[in-house]
């Protein structure tokens, strides 16, 4: 490894540096929750494999933690919008650090036969923090983006947290002490979706446990994700009354942008309250109590021919005994 005044290579204080810093590059980042479900998915695979091979010498060096993974970010760039809208994973030398770079063109090669418009934009891995060896594989990516965006994604549980464990990192040349050094910094970014990822992500959170869970247990998981959303929601809207009220008595600066944010927030109110909404909630309200008669009419009609036949094969089966036929059925 370089010593740490190479600008290739991040240490540790610049890593801490870079999670308190943002990104200067005026860049809008759009992400998808493919990526965060590919992403976990490669992680979830990893350490379930680590598990069941606890004699294997990675178990063994890693003390039981899970390995990091690695992997690409594709998508596209229009102006100044990153939209990262799939990856697919990398394989990295756990001895050298190196990314094996025929299999880095292979995925390249076939993902660009499918999706011709995206190109790669950088790469993720998995960890609470920026490490010192993440700035090398960075460095090894610039030939194919000579500007990679980094995707972190933090595995562990935290309950108290309500934001997405998910940072995306760029690289900028900073002079610290008086040596030009390429540091990772934070950059924001939103959350994009469409049509097929609503309704796959709705899917996966929706899957009965694989123990097999009641309807019961079902629902109160629905009902628990609605309350939670809810919560989030006030305390939200919570924060922005309490910021109009501070900025009302002079307390805070005055903002007219987020004043005719805030503005058009409200103006959506009224629309819920007109007539032709009151009108199409109502038929839909109808529409789901009727389908909600029909399939426990449906149920009940199953139910009771299920009970028919079996009341007339035993009814059967009692006449041929009495009738001395019971020995040819």
Known sequence: MSAPSDPAVATHPQAGAAAAASSSSGLTFKLHP???VNVSDHHTRVKAQ???SRDGASSAAAGGQPPRVFGC???VQRGRTVEIFNSFELV???VSGT???????????LYKKVFPDFYVLGWYSTGSDVQDTDMQIHKALMDINESPVYLLLNPAINLSQKDLPVTIYESELHVIDGSPQLIFVRANYTIETVEAERISVDHVAHLKPSDG?????????????????????NSRVRVIHQYLVSMQKGDMPLDNSLLRQVSSLVRRLPAMESEKFQDDFLMEYNDTLLMTYLAMFTNCSSTMNELVEKFNATYERSTARR???GAFM
């Open 92 to 94: 990295l030398d756990p």
């Open 99 to 109: 990314l094996d770079r025929a299999f880095l063109e292979k995925k390249q090669e």
């Open 323 to 325: 009738g001395g036929r």
């Open 50 to 52: 680590a598990a069941c």
């Open 213 to 233: 869970g009641s309807a019961a247990t079902q629902l109160a998981a629905h009902l628990t994700g609605i309350h939670s959303a809810i919560k989030m929601l």
């Open 34 to 36: 493919l990526v965060i």
């Open 73 to 75: 970010v594709i998508g």
